[in-house]
């Protein structure tokens, strides 16, 4: 643990600073302050967890299975509590958040998953309808705005197949066209290559890019190392719970 | 606006688990109709037990010239009046009836002819119909006549054959309760259960509504017209058939046996219907939203 190098923007004292004006542009999409995860009875999942992503960054989050990716991943998504420490998204402590309000932070907030989570009985268009329809989106809405999305993902001619028509990448496509029609300030995507082949998983990439190059904030857990040392980006990367490693423009390591 | 999304999910849901649907459906048709059946035949048996409990009352005979020893006369309007205050009196007593002993006569002239023909005067005392109120206080009402005031010669009220017919009652009515007690908890159990089971199958899809950002409720509603659904079509086909075997079975069964009175009834049929429509459409709501909880919690 000696090699590890926080950057300036992870240290606590820009967080605190930063929180105090959550709103401006600018500001940090997701904070960490000191968050411990224990599953009881006492298995450590996070274990003091600080760090700071600024909007629009596209993070990876990397770390052998059991470090605590998909902890930070449910913790974002209010599926869990933290056990001490605070989690800010968007300006919002989730701590603070009602749980009447958390379907409210999970429509601003895409998430893509390893096993793509598709409904199984609704075409491609209806999955990512779905979304639209849980917050009331009018009919004429759904039309214009499904179909946009499904072309974005290019899956235009297979809107109404069924999952279990479309291929493992056709499927997160899917799930990422689900994901991003409400145009989320954050995506956050659970090893969303782990099930595809790599040149799939190239094609998935480029989409999470061009995504990110709308201003949407992509936090992205992975064991991908190929991709990760290809695209250098900023890389957080956590072992047995603990961030090791922060850096701008890193590799898998 | 709502509603309509709410029904055309559920129809979805239904249209896409189909074979669960058809099962869940089936079991509401085979726990409603042992209901409702139970039910008719349950109220049918206490109106029975009712009706033979009605028969029972208490017989109270006057003194004629001989019946009550030497020395003593024919009961008078007097004592007849003070024994029918006295009577009317009781809590119990529902009705005071007197036979005249030219009526009691006649009675036994209607019932048994050959007895009759050739007596000389008339041996039959007068007497009074006591009926009571519930049929278990024919032996309280009997006992407040202990003794038997001046002029009555004795008081009867059956009490071998009334004491076996009041268990009887006692025993079936019992029966009924405690039966269909077990039999509503069962069917409601088992179709909980097997709502439990069609939404556990779909508790992933359930997790995956949850993540896209559905409320609670946008995710119940569908789960619970659904159960209303299979409540509804469940119950409906329950009470054709339960109005099949009224119409078509019971003339046939009733035909072999004397039990036409007409004062013995089930449960009004329309009634029993109601019964077994509510309790469905309950079960099939409520257990959906109750087992749903469960898997809502992320």
Redesign the interface.
């Known amino acids: 643990m000696t090699d590890t190098s926080l950057e300036p923007a992870a240290a606590p004292s820009p967080v605190v600073a930063e929180e105090a004006t959550p709103r401006q542009p600018g500001a940090p999409m997701i904070v960490f302050e000191d968050v411990t995860k224990i599953y009881e009875p006492n298995i450590k999942a996070l274990d003091r967890v600080s760090l700071t992503i600024d909007k629009g960054e596209f993070v990876f989050l990397v770390g052998p299975s059991g470090s605590g990716k998909s902890t930070m991943m449910r913790l974002l998504?209010k599926?869990l509590e933290p056990t001490s420490g605070r989690i800010i998204v968007g300006g919002r402590e989730l701590a603070r958040l009602k749980r009447?309000k958390v379907?409210?932070?999970?429509?601003n907030l895409g998430?893509v998953f390893q096993d793509f989570?598709?409904?199984?009985?609704r075409t491609a268009y209806e999955n990512v309808a779905?979304?639209l329809?849980?917050?009331?989106e009018s009919k004429r809405g759904i039309r214009t705005k499904v179909p946009e999305v499904l072309g974005l993902v290019g899956l235009s001619s297979k809107m109404s197949h069924m999952p279990d028509e479309l291929s493992g990448g056709e499927q997160q496509r899917v799930s990422i066209a689900?994901a991003f029609v409400n145009h989320p300030p954050l995506l956050i995507c659970d090893e969303p290559t782990g099930n595809l082949d790599p040149d799939t998983s190239v094609g998935i990439m480029q989409l999470l890019y061009r995504i990110n190059r709308t201003g949407t904030t992509v936090l992205m857990a992975t064991h991908d190392r190929e991709m990760v040392d290809k695209m250098r980006r900023r890389v957080i990367a956590l072992e047995e719970g603990v961030v090791v490693r922060d850096e701008r423009r890193g590799g898998y390591g | 606006m709502r509603t309509k999304l709410f029904v055309t999910e559920a129809l979805r849901s239904i249209q896409s688990n189909l074979s669960t649907a058809i099962a869940a459906t089936l079991t509401v048709v085979i726990g409603m109709f042992l209901l409702g059946l139970f039910i008719a035949l349950g109220t049918w048996v206490l109106s029975y037990t009712n009706d033979v409990k009605r028969q029972l009352i208490v017989n109270v005979y006057f003194c004629t010239e001989t019946s009550c020893g030497v020395g003593k006369n024919e009961a008078n309007q007097r004592q007849m009046e003070a024994v029918r205050q006295q009577l009317v009196a009781m809590p119990e007593v529902k009705d005071v009836k007197f036979i005249s002993r030219e009526e009691a006569l006649e009675i036994m002239r209607e019932r048994s002819p050959a007895l009759v023909e050739n007596i000389v005067s008339n041996p039959l005392p007068a007497s009074y119909q006591v009926i009571p109120h519930r049929g278990e206080d024919v032996s309280a009402i009997a006992a407040q006549l202990e003794p038997p005031p001046v002029g009555v010669e004795k008081v009867n009220y059956g009490e071998k054959e009334a004491g076996r017919v009041l268990q009887v009652a006692k025993v079936v009515g019992a029966i009924f309760v405690v039966g269909s007690a077990i039999l509503i908890v069962a069917s409601v159990l088992l179709i909980a259960n097997t709502i439990r089971l069609s939404i556990f199958a779909r508790r992933r899809e359930v997790e995956v509504m949850k993540l896209v950002g559905a409320t609670n409720w946008f995710v119940r509603g569908p789960f619970m017209l659904e159960g209303l659904m299979t409540g509804l079509v469940g119950s409906l086909v329950a009470v054709v058939l339960l109005l099949i075997a009224k119409e078509v079975a019971l003339p046939a069964v009733i035909q072999r046996t004397d039990l036409t009175n007409d004062e013995v009834r089930a449960l009004a049929f329309p009634l029993i219907a109601l019964i077994m429509i509510g309790t469905s459409l309950l079960v099939g709501a409520i257990g959906s939203g109750i087992t749903l909880r469960r898997f809502l919690k992320i």
Not at chain 1, 117 to 121: A, I, V
């Open positions: 998504l599926e009447s379907p409210m932070l999970r429509r998430c989570k598709l409904l199984p009985n779905y979304a329809k849980v917050q009331g689900r």
